[in-house]
């Protein structure tokens, strides 16, 4: 869920739930804690105290709309936290473009075990993956603060999205303006360096754990595909990368 404050959790509800898998968090093995050792006559640790929370979750999903052209994706909040801007062009289309602005950050809620693990305060990157005969994944990474985590039964009343994403078949690729290599699979990363804001005085939320939030602060987009070999008449690929 997007926050109206950056870092300060967002109570989540049925409507922000989504459908993920390969599921990876870092939780409570990303709480520090602080420890002194002075001499002592026993072979038991002195007390330790909490240190800095850090928070990260990675996921995969399925990369399918929402069936109308102008209604924007149930993954769309998603992409906002990965410093993207949304335009709804109305009957047309809904577009997600780069943007120099300070990203919006999320509250995210992972359930497992009859437990929910709380993250807030997080931004992150993703990738497309494309194969043939397979429908595109989404691939998410975030990082942010870790607030730990509370008992929660599933949600009930989820509305969960109804349609499906169509298979990479009879799909158009082209390179380079108007060449149409054959390739089998593809990745695009958008490739967003992100840096987790360490903060001593912030008393909310993630800062209660030393974050205050994540921060994409540079990004180097690549994509890769795996086009067949040609003769080099056809198209010199050593000429094209060195140029």
């Not at 799909?171 to 593809?186: I, L, M, Q, R, Y």
């Not at 540079?218 to 080099?232: A, G, I």
């Amino acid at each position: 869920k997007i926050e109206a404050a950056a870092g300060v959790w967002e109570t989540l509800a049925n409507t922000e739930v989504i459908k993920v898998f390969d599921i990876k968090g870092e939780d409570m093995t990303g709480i520090n804690v602080q420890g002194i050792k002075p001499a002592r006559n026993y072979f038991g640790k002195d007390k330790s105290v909490k240190g800095v929370r850090n928070g990260k979750l990675s996921f995969k999903m399925a990369m399918w709309g929402s069936g109308d052209n102008d209604t924007p994706p149930h993954f769309g909040g998603l992409l906002k936290c990965c410093n993207c801007t949304e335009t709804i062009n109305p009957s047309t289309s809904v577009v997600y473009t780069p943007s120099t602005a300070i990203n919006k950050t999320g509250s995210f809620g992972h359930l497992k075990d009859g437990v929910m693990h709380k993250y807030c305060g997080m931004v992150g990157s993703f990738k497309i993956l494309w194969k043939v005969g397979e429908f595109a994944i989404l691939e998410f990474s975030f990082q942010g603060g870790y607030l730990g985590y509370v008992d929660q039964a599933f949600f009930t009343g989820v509305s969960w999205p109804t349609t499906l994403g169509p298979s990479i078949l009879s799909s158009t690729f082209t390179f380079n303006t108007s060449e149409k290599p054959v390739v089998s699979e593809a990745e695009f990363d958008q490739g967003n360096k992100v840096e987790v804001r360490q903060s001593v005085g912030v008393i909310e939320s993630a800062g209660t754990y030393g974050i205050l939030t994540g921060l994409v602060v540079d990004r180097e987009s690549s994509f890769k595909c795996n086009p067949e070999m040609v003769l080099k008449a056809t198209r010199d690929w050593v000429d094209t990368l060195a140029n």
